[in-house]
């Protein structure tokens, strides 16, 4: 089984080497947040909605969650797993270690 958490030099070069279709960004901050800074490519749910949405993930894809410091996303991706998607991972540190460590292109706040 995948660690519980995927650093951000680990998703760089995932994404660099040419994203993989099974592979699936779940931001899950609050529209504002989205708005002020995401990851290209990823999708928005606030966490909130994740439980009503179970149905949309599909157990076969490699999803990662992004919050704005990585407890969220562990907390959803903890979750995810309990309910039997076992390919999910937390962005350690979040989005704000990927605009740090990755991308200084994306804001910080």
Known sequence: MLDVEISTTE????ISAGKPPDLVLLDVREPWEYA????????LVPMGEIPGRLQEFDPEDH???ICHAG???????????NQGLEKVQSLRGGIDA??????PQVPRY
């Open 11 to 14: 998703l760089s070069s995932k």
């Open 36 to 43: 002020t800074a995401k990851i290209e490519g990823s999708v």
């Open 63 to 65: 999803i990662v969650t």
């Open 71 to 81: 407890v969220r996303s562990m907390n959803v991706a903890v979750w995810l797993r």
């Open 98 to 103: 990927w605009s740090r460590e990755i991308d």
